[in-house]
């Protein structure tokens, strides 16, 4: 397994092969399978292209070539930074054969991100698209590259514009001839790609998962989403492709272990997503909780009440809390089923299923795939609660990571000795064994489905000359269920606060972590020990109930 990761115990890794969990599938051989099999189906649709297994099949293999005539080779980082268009299956399907590791970035990320994620991953290569949305990717790379020196290659979905040290995906492609590119064939125990934990501390922390354990994930998935190859599933990937959910919840890997079709939408609205659904027939699609409520309210509300939504079956909610009255209104506007999806990238995944009651799909957050999915709710000692009791969820199973890439001192917090993960989310279970989402013992702000990390905020507040100190705390909010908010003790005279604003925007960070409230403060309160007591800011915001800054800035 790649330095600086944690492999399972070999009994573990017996049991999970023995159970046939793990089949040995890499998944660069898996795409090969089903181009073979599917040659001629369509297997993505987006940004004006529709694409064939065998075309996506092709197009991979000549850029798995062109790759690494680069010299990009087996266990090479890769950061992919491209939003939702085919080019992104074709790259990361190319470092798959070639056995190169693709870090999965979003494309909100902004240069304080793609920065670490470059040089903490060592990466050798970062693709991006040239623009998109009216940003420029190709300058974020050219920042990148001044402030951390690499990374060596920098390759453009599109055009390069010119730029030096950039190449274009089309050469890249075009250099690879037709040679098979893979120096090595990764082993399926291997690490196949970093996934980006949300973060409840620092800096976001690198998920390595394993070909055979997220096959495994993806293979089960489709499986209790019933996507098979006898019927024609078209997916619409509305949420960026590269997070956990899209990819493999079940996602685009399971809509293509079925043969199915993928069809991306360039943003989640519901003008671009419900006119999809209409003109490509999408019968899935997967949405957190504050898109539903806009595509409920546009078709209620008579924005959209003119779509024909007859071919979608299942619209599946995740990535936050989504409310029982929300809900409920699925089946009736949008004419679907509703699957709720409570999932962490770091491994375990959880579905109500197509048969359970429909109190059960209104009210939980659905239950584990697997059954060697362990689930332990404790209280703050670590000690199992009663059935039916809320406490902290721990998990530990065939596809849940045993630790983070290069962090054994997180590591030894996030997971317990034997081996569980310790999610952070407090929850109840069902006699059924589904569980409720409660609420958090983690410190992770969720912002409709987006997640982060309150000291992350907090440090680069700290860096402004007129920051005495800084406390980010989740604030409630109807529409995204939590909204960033940050206490400030100012140095002297407050700054004002769209000049902190524009401070945390000029230092590179996402747009979703800027907070969206700014409260200036004296001081903070405490806790018994003397730390600043979060959950006391929590309170004091939450009775606040006030207009966000970015509202009104
Ligand atoms: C998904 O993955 P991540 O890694 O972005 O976030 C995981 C965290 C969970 O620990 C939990 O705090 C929250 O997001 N979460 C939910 C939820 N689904 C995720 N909280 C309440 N209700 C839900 N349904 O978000 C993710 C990964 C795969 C599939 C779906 C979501």
Known sequence: MLAGCTPWPTEFADLYRERGYWQGETLGAFLRERAHRFAERTAVVGA????TYAELDARADRTAAGLARMGITAGDR???????????????FALFLLGALPVYALPAH?????????????????????????????????????ETGGPEHVVVAGDTGGRPGMTSLEQVREGGGAGPGATAVPEPGDVAFLQLSGGTT??????????????????????????????????????????NFPMSSPGFLGVFSAGGTVVLAPDPGPATC???????????????????????????????????????????VGGAKFSAEAARRVGPVLGCMLQQVFGMAEGLVNYTRYDDPEETVATTQGRPISPDDEIRVVDSDGTEVPPGALGELHTRGPYTI????????????????????????????????????????????????????????????????????????AMPDRFLGERVCAYVIPRGESPARAELLRFLRGRGLAAYKIPDRIEFVAEFPATGVGK?????????????????DRETA
């Not at 670490?116 to 790379?141: I, K, M, Q």
């Not at 907090?458 to 860096?463: F, I, M, P, S």
């Open 274 to 316: 419900l006119g999809l659904v209409e003109t490509e027939g999408v019968t899935h699609t997967a949405v957190v909780p504050p898109v539903a409520m806009l595509w409920l309210d546009a078709v209620e509300g008579g924005a959209q009440a003119h779509r024909d939504l007859s071919s979608l079956r299942v619209l599946q």
């Open 532 to 548: 600043v007591s979060r959950r006391e800011l929590r309170e004091a915001v939450r009775a606040a109930h006030v207009p966000t």
């Open 48 to 51: 004006g292209q529709r694409w």
């Open 402 to 473: 045993r630790g983070y890439y290069r962090a054994p001192e997180h590591n030894a917090v996030a997971f317990t000795s034997d081996g569980f993960y310790r999610t952070g989310d407090l929850v109840r279970r069902t006699p059924s064994g589904h569980f409720v989402v409660e609420g958090r013992a983690k410190d992770q702000i969720n912002r409709g489905g987006e997640k982060v990390a309150p000291d992350e905020v907090e440090d680069h507040l700290l860096a402004h000359p007129g920051v005495h100190d800084a406390a980010v705390v």
């Open 78 to 92: 890769v950061v992919v930074q491209l939003p939702n268009r085919p080019e992104v299956f074709e790259v990361v």
């Open 110 to 146: 902004r240069r304080a991100e793609i920065s670490y994620l470059c040089s903490f991953t060592e990466a050798t290569a970062l693709v991006v698209a040239d623009t998109d949305g009216g940003f420029d990717y190709r300058e974020l790379a050219e920042q990148v590259r001044a």
């Open 202 to 243: 620092g800096l976001p922390k690198l998920i390595p998962r394993t070909h055979d354990d997220y096959l495994y994930s993806v293979r089960a998935s489709a499986e209790i989403c019933e996507l098979d190859t006898g019927t024609a599933t078209v997916y619409l990937a509305a949420l960026p492709v590269v997070h």
